[in-house]
């Protein structure tokens, strides 16, 4: 483990182990790490202003996979920007309810059994969130390459524009589910949605669980990447 306080910059390293974000504008960048198991590669823990770019996320040898390259672990931390990494062989690549993800390239899932598999993914929250410009390439048929769900939380105010996406059961997940209220604010626009590992882009479809009826929801100028036609969303 390597635990990271307040105004650290942990950078240029090859870390066997998790790094722990927990405090206040804490810089994370262009490490090496290898974890494996039930675990997360770095962790943010009540932090605030984190940016965490150009690092590789991966397994330990032998591992079937990572279970979280990048988490907020209690769901509080707050201002960070996860930037142009490489993350693979995780069962989630991002797990976090809001910040802004950019320019990160998640792909190579890794599973076990039991698991659901996410490239990014959000259990509620209506703080903003931007999800812009990946490329996400979930080649397991379950779960998704994007989600939102309302496991613990409504969602709202999401932005998922501008990514690269490809398998899961569905591709992105739009957040409905009404267990804590309707979605607002919600929009998936100007993303291209890949083919490469089911016909439909996901398994069962593109997307499900979009709610148009929203307040400020809008699916708008998302299409298939080999053809340029319009995909529902």
């Known amino acids: 483990w390597l635990q990271a306080s307040s105004g650290a910059v942990v950078k240029n390293l090859i870390v066997s182990g998790p790094i722990n974000v927990g405090g206040s504008n804490i810089t994370v960048s262009n490490n090496r790490v290898?974890?494996?198991?039930?675990?997360?590669?770095i962790g943010l823990q009540h932090s605030s202003n984190a940016i965490i770019s150009d690092n590789e996320i991966g397994i330990l040898g032998g591992s079937p996979r990572l279970m979280v390259g990048i988490k907020d672990i209690y769901g509080d931390s707050s201002g960070f920007q996860i930037l142009r990494n490489n993350i693979q062989n995780t069962q989630t690549g991002v797990q976090v309810e809001e910040g802004l993800i950019a320019d990160n390239y998640i792909h190579d899932m890794g599973y076990a059994p039991g698991d659901h598999v996410n490239g990014?993914?959000?259990?509620?929250?209506t703080t903003m969130m931007t999800i812009?410009?990946?490329?996400?390439?979930?080649?397991?048929?379950?779960?998704?390459?994007?989600?939102?769900?309302?496991?613990?939380?409504?969602q709202a105010n999401r932005l998922i524009t501008d990514?690269?996406?490809?398998?899961?059961?569905?591709?992105?997940?739009?957040?409905?589910?009404?267990?804590?209220?309707?979605?607002?604010?919600?929009?998936i626009t100007n993303n291209r949605f890949s083919n490469i590992y089911y016909p439909k882009g996901g398994y069962f479809d593109a997307a499900a669980y979009f709610d148009p009826t929203g307040v400020g929801n809008v699916a708008s100028g998302n299409y298939w990447d080999n053809n340029l036609t319009p995909v529902s969303v």
């Open 34 to 41: 290898l974890v494996s198991g039930e675990n997360w590669g």
């Open 120 to 125: 990014t993914t959000s259990n509620g929250g």
């Open 132 to 154: 812009r410009h990946n490329t996400i390439l979930n080649q397991i048929d379950q779960t998704d390459a994007i989600s939102l769900f309302q496991d613990f939380g409504n």
């Open 163 to 187: 990514n690269l996406v490809a398998g899961g059961g569905y591709t992105i997940y739009g957040g409905d589910g009404r267990q804590f209220g309707l979605t607002s604010n919600i929009k």
